[in-house]
Every structure is written in structure tokens, then in C-alpha cells.
């Protein structure tokens, strides 16, 4: 709600630019949240990832500006990205944090200055190379490696630093989530992670990502979406969410778009809201999958197999992947993770309604 709410007051031109400030630092402290969540969400592994084929030397280009800006001017930033390494199959949102967190930390190993180095490579292991490994195979692999010149590890530092929680600095310096967040990345992507420390000279942390076979796709429209005004034409949606405050503002960013919405706090609302209706007299729903006395999963089956041309858009923060995929078809059904920008979601809205408009030309 935090987001969508200071997403729809920054686009208002009303609005003169001095309250603008504060409410875009509004919506950076709701990004912090957001960044927070995800990453106890990758630890307990209950986040749905958004996978898709990442270019790592362009995301560490894209990112070395802002790492730069993170880690001071007493520190020297040093990337060494070879070419020709192909692609991964990851989420590019996980990876920037996985990115982040690993340069935080070693300049947190460096509070008199030193130098950090962020590279990459392709290679191949063999049978022998993966056996110092838990769950990779022979094949080809991009690996992204970032040291440091700190202080280094005592081997009794390093047997903990990938559990939740654990830090060597007090709790007002880190909530010691940072390493474990990036373990959870490392294996939800496929991957494998090795760590060589030495006290006094630095550490050195090494990925490993399977490589994968690049499919040219349409960019990613969300950066830079607009939200326009009237792009709805009286589509029909109920929004059913338990939490009042995102359900009345995703109405609110649906009807400045033209979409007829209606509400509903749960899956027992919404099955009351639709006796008597018509298959076609709602176009969408937009459903939390977690609710009081009837959640988003068993109300999408029932509305389903009822309503023929019904689309669902199911939401949630806190899933289990396979809970997700059983009802997820690309066609009728997708997903849209919390928290989301008022731009994610109409981007999904618009995803699933064309989706199906392009399906019946095609047919």
C-alpha cells in the first residue's frame, strides 16, 4: 500500500515538486521494506522467483555506479568482466541483491580502505572439478567472484557466516542477513558458492552459475512503465484482499485507469459478489492468495471452473512455488508478487488481458 500509494501521488501533476521530495523518500523507505522482506523470503525458500535469462556483465555495468556510491572513496572498485560468458537463469532482482550484499560486506571488511573486485568468467567442470561441489553437474558454468583486501576470516568465523542472523558487528551495523541471503539466492538459482579467506589479507567469495543457451526475448517493459490514464475501458475487476489498505488502493489505481472495480476482504465475499453473475460480466480478479475463511487459491478454482472467461491474477508474498504452479497456466491464470509498484501491477493487468485478447486472434 506504502508503494502504490506514493507511486500514484508522484505521478499526480498537481503535485509541486518540494512535497514530491518527501514523498519519493517515502517510497524509498517502502523499497528498503520490500528489500528486507524478499530476503527472509529467500532464506525460508518461499519466494516465487521471476526467472529469466540474465547478461552478469551487464548487470554489474548497469550496477557499478550505485556500488561505488556504496562504498565510499577510501575504497577502490575494480571490475575484470570477460566476454563472450553467455547467460544465466535467474531472477535479475535476486541477483543485483546477491551483487550488493557481497560488496557491502567486504567493504565492511575494509574500515581503513583497501580495494574490491568484482569479475566474472566462463568455464567448463568436469566430473573431477564438481566433485568439491554439493549439487552441480559436468557442464558449463559462469562464474562471478568478488574479494577483497580486508581482514580477512578466522575458520571459525567462516563455518557460520552463511546461517541467518549471524554477524560479527553489533546489531544497529547489520541485521545479519546479508551472506545468508545470498547462500539462499545462490541455491534457489542452481548454483554453488565457495569462500577462501585468509586473516590479515582478505576474502574471496566464488559463484557458480549454470549457463544456459541465450534466447533473444522482448525487453522487459516495467523499467520506465507509465501508468496512463483511461487504459482501462470499463474492464470489469474485483480485487479481493483481506488487508483493506492495499485493497482500496488498488481500486483507487484501477479506477484512474477507467477499470469498473469491485471489493471483496475474501474468497467467501467474492463467491457471494458473483451469485446470479454472468460468465463475462467480469472480466479479472484479482485475488490474495492467503486470506481468512476462504483464500485466493481455493476461490480460483471454484470461479474457474464456473466461469469459463474468467482471468485470475493471484498475489502474494509469502508461497510455496509448487502451491503457485499448480493453478499458474499463462493463459488464465498468472502471478504478481508482493509488494508491488502501482506500475508492476498494471503491467500484469495488461499482461493477462492482452494475453487472452491475442489468444483468441491467434485462434
Known sequence: ???????????????????????????????????????????????????????????????????????????????????????????????????????VNARDAMPEGGKITVETCGLHLDAVSCEQFTDLVPGEYVRLSVSDTGHGMESSVMEHIFEPFFTTRGREQGSGLGLSTVYGIVKQSGGDIRVKSEVGRGTRFDIFFPRVEEVKKAEDEEDGFEIKPLGGKGTSVLVVEDEKAVRAMICLILKNLGYRTASAANGREALEFFEGKADGDVDLVITDIVMPEMGGRQL????????????????????????VRQLIDGERVMFLRKPFSASRIVKSIRDILDRERSLRIAG
Do not use: C, H, W
Not at 300 to 323: C, F, H, Q
Open 1 to 103: 500500500a506504502i508503494l502504490g500509494y506514493s507511486e500514484l501521488l508522484l505521478n499526480n501533476p498537481e503535485i509541486k515538486s518540494t512535497p514530491l521530495d518527501y514523498i519519493a523518500e517515502i517510497k524509498q523507505a517502502g523499497m528498503r521494506a520490500v528489500s528486507l522482506t524478499r530476503q527472509l523470503l529467500v532464506f525460508s525458500r518461499k519466494q516465487v522467483l521471476r526467472v529469466k535469462e540474465v547478461d552478469l556483465n551487464l548487470l554489474i555495468s548497469e550496477l557499478k555506479k550505485m556500488l561505488g556510491r556504496l562504498i565510499g572513496e577510501d575504497i577502490a572498485f575494480l571490475t575484470g568482466l570477460e566476454e563472450g560468458i553467455g547467460v544465466i537463469k535467474a531472477d535479475p532482482g535476486q541477483i543485483e541483491q546477491l551483487v550488493m550484499n557481497l560488496v
Open 300 to 323: 480460483a478454482e471454484k470461479l474457474l471452473s464456473r466461469y469459463p472467461g474468467i482471468k485470475v491474477l493471484l498475489m502474494t508474498g509469502y508461497t510455496n512455488d509448487d502451491v
